[in-house]
């Protein structure tokens, strides 16, 4: 699989893997907004077409779909906001998440601060938007997605939002410092 920014072409196959994957499902329109307003920010995960006479574009088998918040408070620090991010089962526990993540927000795989070439610097919430901070919000039962945020990217919860999702479920509202 290769990791590489989100394209209109793409819209679909995100949207596929998306219902595959969660109950919280976005209107294409929705998808596009992200892709046209923030286009640095949302990438897949396209697996690698194997059979060379087939049409070169592979699968999507698993995106990260971000933003900006848009409701920063004058003067306030601006802040990214990850919306969705999922990997089909047969891809899972490969890295591809981790990868997702690290390219939305500091605009690269392996993430060793101090040392960040600027080069990779120049597609990421941290530095085309200047954000202070990532959010998101995870239901209390997301054990895979939970580990990702916490034990492999150092976010930590803020607060739990009650009922937050349309099964009434809690979720956990989680935040990662991008200031190095
Ligand atoms: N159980 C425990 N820890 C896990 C699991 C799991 N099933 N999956 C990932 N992790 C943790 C591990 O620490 C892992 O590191 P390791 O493999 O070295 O132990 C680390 O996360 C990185 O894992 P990745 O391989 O990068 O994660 P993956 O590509 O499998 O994707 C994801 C993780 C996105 C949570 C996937 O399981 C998935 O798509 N789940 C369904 C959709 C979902 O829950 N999305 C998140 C919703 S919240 C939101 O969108 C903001």
Redesign the pocket.
């Known amino acids: 699989t290769s990791i590489r920014q989100m394209r209109m072409e793409d819209l679909q196959g995100m949207q596929a893997c998306n219902l595959f ?2 109950p ?1 499902n976005y209107t294409l329109r929705y998808y596009l907004y992200h892709a046209l307003t923030w286009p640095s920010l949302s990438y897949v ?1 396209e697996a690698r077409n194997l059979i060379y006479w087939q049409d070169h574009k592979g699968r999507i088998v ?1 995106y990260i ?1 971000a933003k900006m918040d848009e409701e920063t408070p004058e003067g306030g620090e601006p802040h990214g906001h ?8 047969s ?11 690290l390219q939305s927000q500091f605009g690269l795989f392996e993430f060793i601060p101090p040392i960040i070439p600027p080069t990779h610097m120049s597609k990421a919430m941290a530095s085309v938007y200047r954000a202070s901070c990532v959010s ?4 209390k039962s ?8 916490r ?3 150092g976010f930590s919860v803020q607060d739990v939002e009650k009922k937050y999702y349309a099964d009434g479920e809690d979720a956990y509202s989680m935040r990662l410092s991008l200031q190095v």
């Open positions: 994957n969660l919280e995960a698993g779909l990850v919306t969705s991010i999922s990997v089909l089962r891809y899972r526990r490969l890295g591809i998440a981790k990868k997702l993540m998101l919000h995870v239901r997301n054990r895979a997605a939970l580990s990702l945020y034990d492999t990217l």
